[in-house]
């Protein structure tokens, strides 16, 4: 059997959401600064993280997942708003960055950033076999708070 849902919770990020875009930030940053002898998240320093910038559209959720992910990626400390204030942007003239639509150059670099999020987040597993740990890797954890909470 298969199931697909998609659900948006009031236009809200989730606690739930927040959580897998922090963690998505770090698995990311593990992946591209490896913790090696210079290298890591120095290495990340060293080279633009203090002249990041992320564009995203002007929706709030959008925008709250965006900082959560900077969090994970950056290591940052604190809750989101001032890492939102200080580090994501919405500028009119680079929302058209975010709609590939006749363009087929951005298209393509889209479609295989879509590509490597689903590899790294879409994995199947067997829930009749699979442990709990490996079940909240893959879905988080059991008990949802930011639904009962």
Not at 45 to 61: A, C, L, V
């Amino acid at each position: 059997a298969e199931v697909q849902l998609i659900l948006k919770w009031g236009g809200n990020l989730t606690k739930l959401g927040e959580k897998q875009a922090i963690s998505l930030g770090e698995r990311f940053r593990n992946v591209m600064y490896p913790k090696t002898p210079g290298g890591g998240i120095l290495r990340l320093h060293s080279t633009f993280r203090h002249d990041m910038k992320i564009k995203t559209s002007d929706e709030g959720r959008v925008m709250k997942t965006a900082a959560a992910f900077a969090k994970g990626f950056l290591e940052l400390e604190g809750s989101i708003p001032p890492i939102l204030v200080s580090l994501v942007h919405k500028e009119k003239d680079s929302l058209h960055m975010l709609d590939p639509s006749g363009n087929k150059e951005v298209k393509a670099e889209l479609e295989a950033c879509k590509f490597e999020v689903n590899r790294h987040l879409q994995r199947d597993l067997d829930v009749n076999s699979a442990t709990k740990e490996e079940i909240e890797a893959a879905v988080g954890p059991q008990k949802l708070t930011s639904i009962t909470g």
